[in-house]
């Protein structure tokens, strides 16, 4: 079993940055796909960003259109974290972000299919508002 953690969030004004981390523990393997999704009020939920915390995660790193060249992912893997690093943030941006993890590689999957993942943090609120 997995245990996922998330930290970070708040409220920005538009055109500002936050950055959120999550901390994984528990588990068999440190090699997992770790990622982001996202869901804002009455509406279903949406991936941002997902990385490969194994070997050659350049390959294996995703974004969401809506996001790409705005958000970066990042990993740390002597600390099981991943960090989402948000820039230039727009008000549809806000949403509740779940942290996620799944036993394999990332693909195009991992920013489209939600239920694809095993493992979910309990998600940390990100306010975009001016």
């Known amino acids: 079993q997995v245990q996922l953690v998330e930290s970070g969030g708040g409220s920005v004004q538009p055109g500002g940055s936050l950055s959120l981390s999550c901390v994984a523990s528990?588990?068999?393997?440190?090699?997992?796909?770790m990622g982001w999704f996202r869901q804002a009020p009455g509406k279903e939920r949406e991936g941002v960003a997902s990385?490969?915390?194994?070997?050659?995660?350049?390959?294996?790193?995703y974004y969401a259109d809506s996001v790409n060249g705005r958000f970066t992912i990042s990993q740390d893997s002597a600390k099981n974290t991943v960090h989402l690093q948000m820039n230039n943030l727009k008000p549809e941006d806000t949403a509740v972000y779940y942290c996620?993890?799944?036993?394999?590689?990332?693909?195009?999957?991992?920013?489209?299919?939600?239920?694809?993942?095993?493992?979910w943090g309990q998600g940390t609120q990100v306010t975009v508002s001016s």
């Open positions: 996620v993890a799944d036993y394999r590689r990332c693909g195009p999957w991992s920013v489209s299919t939600p239920g694809a993942f095993s493992y």
């Open positions: 528990g588990g068999t393997s440190s090699s997992k796909c």
């Open positions: 990385t490969y915390t194994g070997g050659y995660s350049a390959q294996y790193t």
